[in-house]
Nanobody, 114 residues
Framework: QVHLLERGGGSVQAGGSLKLSCEAS????????MGWYRQAPGNAHRLFVA????????EYIDAVKGRFTLSRDLAKNMIYLQMTSLKPEDTAVYYC???????WGQGTQVTVSS
């Protein structure tokens, strides 16, 4: 059974930083593409933010390029989303996702105040 657990959310002021983590069990992150999505307040949909494939190749939406960075620790089977220069529009619940299994984590709240 695949299980994803996100941590690291919180409340920061604009310009601040947070580092989210996604701990995976039941799946090897080095063999699968893992993604981060976010759901903003009042938005019914989870929108793609970034992903890392099995080779470590990353992709980001334009809105976070240069500010967000994906990394992973294969020994811990964890993937991280380092977020810097945070903006109020980054406020959302952030979710980790396994594409091949279609599994979502429970999400972690990120709140950025102006």
């Amino acid at each position: 059974q695949v299980h994803l657990l996100e941590r690291g959310g919180g409340s920061v002021q604009a310009g601040g930083s947070l580092k989210l983590s996604c701990e995976a069990s039941g799946i090897a992150i080095n063999l699968n593409t893992m993604g981060w999505y976010r759901q903003a307040p009042g938005n019914a949909h989870r929108l793609f933010v970034a992903e890392m494939d099995s080779a470590g190749t990353t992709e980001y939406i334009d809105a976070v390029k240069g500010r967000f960075t994906l990394s992973r620790d294969l020994a811990k089977n964890m993937i991280y989303l380092q977020m810097t220069s945070l903006k109020p529009e980054d406020t959302a619940v952030y979710y980790c996702r396994s594409y091949v299994y279609g599994t979502w984590g429970q999400g972690t709240q990120v709140t950025v105040s102006s």
